[in-house]
């Protein structure tokens, strides 16, 4: 099950790119494995989950069954694996631990994953053969945060990018001009950016211009028209202007906008399909956030000895709370996705050491940033009530040596309030 159009010819031609960046002379020998790693990655991370059913998982499943050639480990999928000299090992192994400090802000930062770590590796390969990129999946699942972190960490003095957030309102003369900003006239009708600088362009929500009513968007007809002859025309002069050095890497939600692009320009693109990262990853992640607030700072060994089982009771409510309020046409914005729970977790960044001197006043901090969150967004006195209900059991469960009876009680509850205006944080 595929989110959007894909056509062979485009996997194909993603085979062959990753195959002629990869293989240099010494990896002939091992040859089939170079192979079925390039073509698997081409033609399997395009498919996602869809109604309970892993798309992913089946085509692996399938691939082990049917081609026996290259015996892939019984643990996990083939997704799972890379190859390394003359074996396959498994992307964990290439996760890097980073050091965080809280003095950057978490969305500055890009906390590799092994999911994160193997579609780097891919869109890294790509853009190297200047093939285009395409990231798919639902709002909040890392996508944006994925691609800003590896177009951050691309060498300065051989790429630059310039990132355009498209809306309902973008047509083709808005994008042109928006996408004329970075670039420079060179000789005669050639225009590049700067130096021998490779331009990357970063779209996000590609799918949103509005469609006209000939079914067609005209911002995507001008990408189209610039991947398919490197040129647009001057509205003024009408004349031809060549664009060199230039490629795209892009966004975008199936689920929005006008849902799918215009299969010819999607064509051109690696298409790639972004799941939520899944609980062991989440876990990875804001440990490393918040490791690097509450061990890098003097914080006192009882407030750091609560930040794991903070991390652990976040994720468990956040998974309660995703699978207690659904959204409907009444409630359509109870979508609650990874955003939400990093706007916890930024709230907990900004604790000082001065003004946290006990582990029961830090969880506190936790139970107020969760209701911001959480309990903010929901409409009704009864949705409140069943949100502060699972707060309360949450908390008793994995705080038990604290009584936070007094805030949950139905009749006069003790408010909880911190406020960065106040002496609270």
Not at 3 to 25: E, G
Not at 130 to 136: A, E, K
Not at 194 to 209: A, E, R, S, T, V
Not at 332 to 339: A, L, P, S, V
Request: hydrophobic share 40%; net charge neutral; charged share 20%.
């Amino acid at each position: 099950k595929i989110l959007v159009p894909m056509v062979d010819i485009a996997m194909l031609m993603v085979t062959c790119s990753l195959l002629q960046d990869l293989l240099t002379p010494e990896k002939f020998e091992v040859l089939e494995y170079w192979f079925i790693f390039c073509f698997t990655a081409s033609c399997g991370f395009c498919l996602c989950e869809v109604d309970g059913v892993d798309y992913r998982k089946n085509f692996s499943n399938w691939w082990k069954n049917e081609m026996k050639t290259i015996k892939y480990p019984s643990k996990g999928t083939i997704f799972e694996y890379f190859v390394k000299e003359t074996r396959l090992e498994e992307w964990s192994a290439a996760v890097e631990e980073i050091a965080y400090s809280s003095d950057t802000p978490m969305g500055d930062v890009t906390v590799p994953t092994s999911e994160t770590v193997a579609m780097t590796y891919i869109m890294k390969s790509l853009i190297n053969m200047n093939h285009s990129i395409m990231l798919i999946g639902l709002a909040g699942c890392g996508k944006t945060q994925s691609c800003l972190g590896l177009l951050r960490k691309l060498p300065p003095d051989t790429f630059m990018f310039y990132a355009m957030n498209m809306s309902f309102y973008t047509d083709s003369s808005l994008l042109q001009a928006m996408m004329e900003n970075p670039l420079e006239k060179k000789a005669g009708k050639l225009y590049a950016p700067p130096g021998k600088l490779q331009l990357i362009y970063f779209i996000d929500d590609l799918n949103m211009p509005a469609l006209d009513k000939y079914n067609t968007q005209s911002a995507i007809e001008l990408m189209k028209e610039k991947q398919d002859y490197s040129h647009w025309w001057d509205r003024a002069k009408i004349s031809v202007k060549d664009i060199g050095n230039t490629q795209y890497i892009t966004c975008m939600n199936p689920t929005a906008g006008s849902f799918i692009v215009n299969p010819r320009l999607q064509r051109h693109f690696w298409t790639c399909a972004v799941p939520f990262p899944d609980q062991s990853s989440l876990l990875v992640i804001y440990q490393t956030f918040m490791k690097g607030h509450f061990e890098r700072l003097p914080f006192k060994a009882s407030v750091v000895e609560n930040v794991s089982g903070i991390i652990k009771a976040a994720l468990s409510l956040h998974s309660n709370v995703v699978s207690s309020f659904r959204k409907t046409a009444a409630n359509f914005h109870y979508e609650f996705n990874i955003r939400h729970m990093s706007g916890i977790f930024s709230g907990l960044l900004s604790a000082k050491p001065a003004e946290f001197s006990d582990g029961e006043k830090l969880v506190l901090l936790w139970i107020h940033e969760s209701e911001r969150v959480y309990g903010d967004r929901l409409v009704s006195v009864q949705d409140l009530k069943k949100y502060r209900g699972l707060a309360a059991e949450l908390s008793k469960k994995m705080f038990g040596k604290y009584n936070f009876q007094k805030f949950f009680q139905e009749k006069n509850p003790e408010p909880l309030v911190f406020a960065p205006f106040s002496k609270g944080i």
